[in-house]
């Protein structure tokens, strides 16, 4: 069975500080893994995904996650906070070769940026 | 290059009724799949649909079914409703050997 977990529900930065969004995952089979956005009242976006290539995997809007196998960790980062990246992110496991593609996600982490 | 769209956008609903949300899948994605989201909670998987055929389910009950049709479109029903299936719908599509899923903006159901 595959599971993600997020640590912290709630993260709050300031605008130009450093974003870090936890994602650890469980997985029996080498994972997909991804990281959506979800704005106020609107579906899902994709960030970014890794898929067995590069472990350092670069997104839109300048977010970047880093795959560490021996971590079971896929935290989502951004050097420099905007005021426009306030919304809720949600890390993302699935597997490949499976028959079905569906997407078990975390609880998400709702992040706020201050001025 | 059309993306995935969900109709109606919100849906009210008393418990014990039914209802059928809609999906038009992005163009060239042939599977469709669908996900609750509670209030406060990551989307959960309710089931898949590829080629017509249901293609694996998550932990929901039979009341909750599907179609999909022949130009990939897809239906979600949910019967005898209850007020914990009051919640938002997200309809996914992507194509079959691509992981990827892109998301409509979801229907917000509320059950009274």
């Known amino acids: 069975a595959q599971s993600v977990t997020q640590l912290g529900s709630h993260v709050s930065v300031s605008e130009g500080a450093l974003v870090l969004l936890r994602c650890n995952y469980s997985?029996?089979?080498?994972?997909?893994l991804f990281w959506y956005v979800q704005y106020p009242n609107q579906g899902l976006q994709l960030l970014l995904k890794?898929?067995?290539?590069?472990?350092l995997v670069k997104g839109i809007n300048g977010f970047e996650a880093e795959f560490k196998k021996s971590e079971t960790s896929f935290h989502l980062t951004k050097p420099s906070a905007h005021m426009s990246d306030a919304a809720e992110y949600f890390c993302?496991?699935?597997?490949?070769?499976?028959?079905?593609?569906?997407?078990?996600f975390g609880k998400g982490t709702k992040l706020s940026v201050k001025p | 290059e059309t993306g995935v769209t969900q109709s109606p956008t919100h849906l009210i609903k008393t418990r014990g009724q039914q209802v059928t949300l809609r999906c038009s899948s992005q163009?060239?994605?042939?599977?469709v799949s669908w996900y609750q989201q509670a209030l406060g909670q990551g989307p959960q998987f309710i089931f898949q649909?590829?080629?017509?055929?249901?293609?694996g389910r998550g932990n929901f009950p039979p009341r909750f079914s599907g179609l999909q049709f022949p130009n990939y479109s897809s239906e979600l029903n949910v019967n005898a409703l209850e007020l914990d299936d009051s919640a938002l719908y997200l309809c996914?599509?992507?194509?079959?050997?691509?992981?990827?899923?892109?998301f409509g903006p979801g229907t917000r159901l509320t059950v009274t």
């Open positions: 996914a599509s992507s194509a079959r050997t691509d992981y990827e899923q892109y």
């Open positions: 997985s029996s089979v080498p994972p997909y």
């Open positions: 890794y898929t067995s290539a590069a472990t």
């Open positions: 993302a496991v699935t597997s490949y070769g499976g028959s079905q593609g569906n997407l078990i």
């Open positions: 163009s060239g994605h042939n599977t």
């Open positions: 649909y590829y080629r017509e055929e249901e293609n």
